[in-house]
C-alpha cells in the first residue's frame, strides 16, 4: 500500500536495556540522519525501570517533513541489541514486524538459527556487537555499534556522518576522548561488518485498526482505585533476563560463610536446607555483588548467551 | 434538637464533632482556626473521642488526612485560600487514592494582593481535583452539609473525599441560629465509617497509592473517578431525601428559589446570595419576573438539572466571585455548557465578576445586571463578561492610589 | 555498642526471611536497596512503610509489589506527614475498639536525600518534634538519582551531578559541603537516630534491633551506593560502602537522645581509594589531578573525626 506523503521515511525501532545505551544509539542515527539532510525525529521511551530492565527507542527519518511522534508500531527497521529480548514478552520486540522490516538482532548465532527458533517475517540480519564492544571499547555499551549497523543498513548514510555523529553525541554525555576515540573505532567495525545496504525498498504495512471504543462503566473502588492486594508479585516479572553475567557457585568449594546470601541486594540468594546459598536465576539481575564480595572466590561469572 | 448562636465555623466543627470523626489533623489560618480550636478543645475536654494533632503545614495535614483516611479513620480538616493552595499537590492525591474525608474551605481572596475577606478563586482552584464540592449559603447548611457529605463520601458509589465550601467572614465569623442535632438522630442517619478497599492492618497488607505507568490504566484510574463523582448526582437526592426525613431541613443540587415563573434568573453561589434573594424580592415587587439559582453542588455539576431549570427563561445572568483572567468567570463557562444543547434555552446567558475580595454587590449592581439582560433581549446583543464596579468604588480606588503617592491620571501619562 | 550483649554477632544472626521479593524495577546493584531489605528483616512483617518520590517509589510500580507487608506512596515532601496520618488512624481506631490490637503495624517512612534534606525537610523535622512513633530510612545516594543523578544537598563536595558538571568555573564539580542530617536530626533530640552502610550489616542489623526498644522518632540514614549515578560497576556496591567506611568518610555511629556514639572505628585508609572507584569523582584525577581538591575532602575527614575521637 503505496502512501503519497510517508513515501521517503524510514522507521527504526531500537530495543535494548537500561544502560546499554539505545537511546544514545537512537540518537546517534538521528544526528548521522541530521547531517545528511534528513527530517529527523528521534526519541526514547523507558518506563519506571531502570539499569538492566527492557526499553526502546525510535528513529525517523524522512526526505518529507515527518507527520508522526512517538512509538513506532511497525519499523523498517528493528534492532535487539539484546538477545535476551527476544524470550521476554512484556519487551514486545516482534510488535508490527512485517516482510519489509529488517531485524537486527545482537548474538553470535546466526540469522537462520534465530528465524528457526522465533519465526521472524522479513530479513534478519544479526552480527555479535556485544563482543565488538567488549574487545575494543572494553565494555559492553553498545551505544555507536548499534547505531553503525542501522547507519550502514539505511543506506542512506555515510562513515563520515557516522563519525561525526558518533562523536557528537558521546561528547555531550561527557565520555572521555579516549573512550569516544574507542567508540569511532567499534562503530566503524561494525559498519564494516555489515555487507551491504538493506536492497530492498518497502513502504510499511498500513497499520490495522481493528480496535473499537467502548464505553467505561463505573467499577467498585476496589478496582478502581490504584492499589495492589497481591504480596511480593514481583516475582511474576523474572527479571533474571536483565543479566548479562550469570554468577555460579561452585557448592563443592563453598563454605557456607553466608556473605552472597547476605549482600544480595535483589533478595536472590536463599540458603537452602544443607546451609548452602542457591541463586534464584529466574530474577537474579546479574548484579554480580555475590561474584564480587565471596571471600573464597568460588563464584564464576559466564557470559549470558541465550536466555531464550 | 436544640438550637443555638452558632458561627459558620462553630457549625462546621459541630459538624465534625456529631459525625464522630476519629481523627483531625490541623494548621491555622484565618478564617479557619475557630473551627480547629474548638474541636481541639472538646478533646481536650474529653467532650469528642478522637485524635487531634497539630500539623506543620497545610502540605502535611491534607497529606496526613489522606493517610489516615487510607488507614480507615474517619477523618475531617479544615484550610482556606493559601493554605488550600499550599497543599494543593495533595488534594490530587487523595482524591486519586480514593478515600472519603472531609476538607472544610473558609474561602479567602488568593495573594498578591494578599487579602482576608471572600472570594471563590481558592476552592474553584480544586475544582478538576475529583473533590466532591459543595458551596454552603448559611451556618446551619454548614453543618448540615458536612453529615450529608460523610455519608455522600463513604459511599461505595463514591469513595471521593469531599469539599464543603463557606464565606471567610460572611459566614465563618457570622452568628446565625443554628439547629444542631441529637446524637441519636445522626446515628441513625450516618453510619460507622466501614472500608473495604483502603484500609491498613496486619492481617490484610496492602499497597496504597501505587504509581501506574502506561496511558491505558492511568485513563481507566482517572475516568474512574469521573464516574465516581457523576454517581454523586444521585447519590446526594438519596442522601438529600433521607436527610429531610429524619431532619427535616430540604437541601438539593441547586437551590431555586422564585424560579417558577421567572424571566430573568440571576445565578450566584455561596453566602453573598443571601443578598441576590433580596434583590430578586425587590424586582418582584416592581412586577418584573425575576428569579434565582443558587449552584450549591459544584462537582459534579449537575448540568440536567440546570437545564430543566432554566428551560424556557428569557435571561440568564451569571455573578462569579471568582475570576479566571484573560478568560472571564469560571462558572458561567459551566453553566453555559449545561444550556448550550436545550432547545429552549434562555435567549441569552450572560457573565459578570462581583464581589471578589469580599467586595459588596449593591442593589444598584443588581439593578444594572437586570438593565443589561433586558438590553441584550432587545438587542440580541450579549456584552462581554463584566465587572460589577461602582462608581463609588472608583472613588475609593482613587483615593487609596493618591495616598499611595500615584494617581489614574498621573498613570495614564 | 558492645559486640557482647548485642543481637547480632555474625552474618548466620541474619534472618533469611525477606520482605522485599526480587523483580523490583530498580537498578542491579542498587545499593540502597541492599541496606533497606536488610532493615527490614529485622522490622519484620507488621510494617507499613510510607514512601516518598524517589528511586524507591518505583518498588511498587502497578500492578506489582514486592512486599508481603503494607505500603502507601505519597508526595516528595510528606511523607513523615503521611506517617503521621497513619499512626494517628491505627492508635485511635485502636484505642476505639475499631481495630484489635493485634491489627496494628510499625510505621516506617522511605525517602531519599533528596527528600529527607531538601523539600521534606519540614515534614520530617515536624515529626520529629511531634514524636511520632516511627522509623525513619533514608537510602542516601547523594543525588537526585531518580531523576538522572541532579545535586541535592546531601551532594559531597567535590562530586560530579549532572547539575554540578566540572567545568572551567568549578572545576571540582559541587562546591558545598554534604549538609550534615545527622546534626539536624539530633538536635530534635530523638530517642534513637543512627547512621548504617550496607558494607556492614552486623552494625545495621543490631541497630534497628536496638531502635525497636525506643518508642518515638527512630531514624537511619543509609549509605547508598548509586551503580549509574556514582558511575561504578553494579558488583562494586558493598565494597565502595565499605571503602566509604574504612576511609571516615562516611562515619557509623548512633545518637540515644542526641548521645552520639560511634560504632565503628576506621583504620582511615585513604580517602583516594575511595574517590577512585567513582566515575562521579573522575574529574578530581583525570586528566590532571585536583590535588586542593582532594586535599580540602581529606582535610574535612580528618576534622570531623578529630572532633569525635578527642572527645
Known amino acids: 500500500m503505496k502512501n503519497s506523503t510517508n513515501e521517503m521515511i524510514k522507521r527504526v525501532r531500537f530495543h535494548g536495556r537500561g544502560g546499554q545505551g539505545m537511546k544514545t544509539a537512537s540518537r546517534i542515527v538521528g544526528t548521522a540522519s541530521f547531517l545528511e539532510g534528513f527530517f529527523v525525529q528521534d526519541c526514547p521511551l523507558y518506563g519506571a525501570e531502570r539499569r538492566g530492565a527492557p526499553m526502546v527507542a525510535f528513529t525517523r527519518l524522512s526526505k518529507e517533513p515527518i507527520l508522526e511522534r512517538g512509538l513506532i508500531v511497525s519499523p523498517d527497521i528493528n534492532i535487539i541489541a539484546d538477545e535476551t529480548l527476544l524470550g521476554d514478552k512484556n519487551a514486545n520486540v516482534f510488535q508490527g514486524i512485517w516482510e519489509g522490516t529488517v531485524t537486527i538482532v545482537n548474538t553470535h548465532y546466526p540469522a537462520s538459527h534465530v528465524r528457526n527458533v522465533h519465526g521472524i517475517v522479513g530479513e534478519i540480519v544479526t552480527l555479535d556487537v556485544t563482543e565488538i564492544a567488549l574487545n575494543v571499547i572494553g565494555e559492553s555499551v553498545l551505544s555507536s555499534t548499534a547505531a553503525a549497523v542501522v547507519c550502514k543498513l539505511t543506506g542512506v548514510i555515510s562513515e563520515s556522518s557516522l563519525e561525526k555523529a558518533v562523536t557528537r553525541e558521546l561528547s555531550s554525555i561527557n565520555l572521555k576522548k579516549e573512550t569516544i576515540q574507542k567508540n569511532v573505532q567499534a562503530a566503524l567495525i561494525c559498519f564494516d561488518r555489515i555487507p551491504e545496504a538493506h536492497p530492498h525498498y518497502f513502504e510499511p504495512i498500513k497499520e490495522d485498526k481493528k480496535d473499537e471504543i467502548v464505553k467505561l462503566e463505573y467499577a467498585d473502588a476496589c478496582l478502581g482505585s490504584p492499589s495492589v492486594y497481591a504480596k511480593g508479585s514481583t516475582k511474576l516479572k523474572k527479571t533474571g533476563n536483565w543479566r548479562l553475567f550469570r554468577p555460579v557457585i561452585d557448592h563443592e568449594k563453598c563454605s557456607r560463610c553466608y556473605t552472597c546470601f547476605v549482600y544480595c541486594p535483589h533478595s536472590c540468594i536463599s540458603i537452602d536446607g544443607d546451609g548452602y546459598p542457591q541463586i534464584d536465576y529466574d530474577n537474579c539481575k546479574g548484579c554480580l555483588t555475590c561474584f564480587y564480595e565471596c571471600p573464597k572466590k568460588v563464584i564464576s561469572k559466564d557470559r549470558e548467551v541465550k536466555a531464550w | 434538637m436544640v438550637k443555638e448562636m452558632l458561627t459558620g465555623n462553630s457549625a462546621a466543627a459541630w459538624g465534625a464533632r456529631l459525625s464522630e470523626v476519629d481523627y483531625i489533623p490541623a494548621f491555622p489560618i484565618t478564617p479557619q482556626t475557630e473551627i480547629i480550636e474548638v474541636i481541639s478543645q472538646w478533646i481536650n475536654d474529653g467532650e469528642m473521642n478522637a485524635k487531634f494533632t497539630n500539623m506543620d503545614s497545610e502540605h502535611s495535614m491534607i497529606t496526613a488526612a489522606g493517610t489516615a483516611a487510607a488507614t480507615g479513620a474517619r477523618v475531617f480538616s479544615a484550610t482556606s485560600s493559601q493554605g488550600l493552595l499550599y497543599g494543593y499537590e495533595m488534594l490530587y492525591n487523595v482524591t486519586g487514592w480514593r478515600v472519603p474525608l472531609v476538607l472544610v474551605n473558609v474561602s479567602r481572596g488568593l495573594s498578591a494582593p494578599i487579602t482576608l475577606e471572600p472570594d471563590h478563586n481558592d476552592v474553584l482552584s480544586a475544582r478538576d481535583s475529583g473533590f466532591i464540592q459543595i458551596h454552603a449559603e448559611t451556618c446551619q447548611e454548614i453543618l448540615d452539609t458536612i453529615l450529608m457529605a460523610y455519608r455522600i463520601a463513604e459511599d461505595e458509589r463514591v469513595l471521593l473525599p469531599v469539599l464543603i465550601n463557606m464565606d471567610g467572614f460572611y459566614l465563618s465569623f457570622t452568628r446565625e441560629p443554628v439547629e444542631v442535632p441529637g446524637k441519636d438522630e445522626v446515628s441513625k442517619f450516618l453510619p460507622e465509617y466501614n472500608p473495604k478497599h483502603a484500609f491498613f492492618k496486619a492481617s490484610n497488607p496492602m499497597s496504597q497509592g501505587v504509581a501506574v505507568l502506561g496511558g491505558s490504566a492511568y485513563s481507566y484510574f482517572k475516568y474512574q473517578m469521573h464516574l465516581a463523582s457523576l454517581n454523586v448526582l444521585t447519590v446526594h437526592d438519596e442522601v438529600a431525601g433521607e436527610f429531610k426525613r429524619i431532619f427535616g431541613r430540604s437541601y438539593s443540587a441547586i437551590e431555586a428559589f422564585k424560579i417558577d415563573d421567572a424571566e430573568y434568573v440571576i445565578i450566584m453561589s455561596n453566602s453573598f446570595t443571601i443578598k441576590g434573594k433580596a434583590a430578586v424580592n425587590k424586582f418582584r415587587e416592581k412586577g418584573l419576573k425575576a428569579g434565582l439559582l443558587r449552584l450549591r453542588l459544584i462537582r459534579p455539576f449537575p448540568s440536567n438539572e440546570l437545564k430543566t431549570l432554566l428551560k424556557g427563561k428569557k435571561a440568564v445572568a451569571v455573578i462569579d466571585q471568582n475570576i479566571s483572567p484573560g478568560s472571564g468567570g469560571i462558572l458561567s463557562k459551566d453553566v453555559t455548557t449545561a444550556l448550550y444543547h436545550e432547545p429552549d434555552r434562555p435567549e441569552v446567558i450572560l457573565s459578570f465578576i462581583g464581589g471578589l475580595g469580599g467586595k459588596d454587590i449593591s442593589h444598584a449592581e443588581f439593578n444594572h445586571i437586570v438593565e443589561e439582560m433586558e438590553k441584550s433581549i432587545e438587542t440580541g446583543i450579549v456584552p462581554e463578561t463584566q465587572l460589577l464596579y461602582t462608581k463609588n468604588d472608583l472613588d475609593q480606588i482613587n483615593n487609596l492610589l493618591n495616598i499611595a503617592g500615584k494617581t489614574l491620571e498621573e498613570l495614564r501619562n | ?311
Open chain 3, 1 to 311: 555498642m558492645s559486640m557482647k550483649n548485642a543481637a547480632y554477632k555474625k552474618f548466620k544472626d541474619i534472618s533469611r526471611e525477606e520482605h522485599i521479593s526480587p523483580g523490583t524495577a530498580l537498578c542491579t546493584g542498587c545499593g540502597g536497596l541492599l541496606a533497606l531489605r536488610l532493615a527490614y528483616k529485622v522490622l519484620g512483617e507488621n510494617v507499613v512503610i510510607v514512601n516518598a518520590a524517589g528511586c524507591f517509589t518505583l518498588l511498587s510500580v502497578y500492578p506489582y509489589s514486592p512486599f508481603s507487608s503494607s505500603w502507601m506512596y505519597t508526595a516528595m515532601a510528606c511523607a513523615p506527614a503521611g506517617a503521621q496520618g497513619i499512626r494517628d488512624a491505627l492508635d485511635i481506631l485502636i484505642k476505639k475498639g475499631k481495630l484489635k490490637s493485634e491489627e496494628n503495624l510499625k510505621v516506617v517512612v522511605l525517602t531519599g536525600d533528596g527528600a529527607a534534606n531538601d523539600i521534606g525537610l519540614q515534614s520530617t523535622s515536624a515529626a520529629i518534634y511531634r514524636g511520632l512513633d516511627f522509623y525513619y530510612f533514608c537510602y542516601d545516594n547523594e543525588a537526585y538519582s531518580n531523576t538522572g543523578f541532579q545535586m541535592s544537598s546531601a551532594t559531597p563536595y567535590g562530586s560530579r551531578t549532572a547539575t554540578s558538571l566540572p567545568g572551567e568555573i568549578n572545576p571540582q564539580g559541587t562546591v558545598q559541603r554534604k549538609k550534615d542530617l545527622f546534626e539536624i536530626w539530633r538536635a530534635h533530640k530523638p530517642p534513637y537516630l543512627a547512621t548504617v552502610s550496607p558494607s556492614h550489616p552486623v552494625d545495621l542489623s543490631n541497630k534497628f534491633e536496638k531502635a525497636s526498644k525506643f518508642e518515638g522518632p527512630k531514624l537511619f540514614i543509609a549509605l547508598s551506593p548509586c551503580p549509574p549515578g556514582w558511575s561504578f560497576d553494579a558488583s562494586n556496591s558493598v565494597n565502595i560502602a565499605r571503602l566509604a567506611v574504612q576511609t571516615g568518610i562516611w562515619p557509623l555511629k548512633e545518637a540515644v537522645y542526641g548521645e552520639v556514639k560511634h560504632t565503628v572505628i576506621p583504620k582511615f585508609k585513604p580517602v583516594e581509594e575511595y574517590l577512585r572507584t567513582q566515575n562521579r569523582y573522575d574529574h578530581l584525577f583525570n586528566p590532571v589531578k585536583q590535588v586542593d581538591v582532594i586535599d580540602n575532602i581529606k582535610k574535612d575527614v580528618e576534622q570531623y573525626w578529630e572532633r569525635y575521637l578527642d572527645s
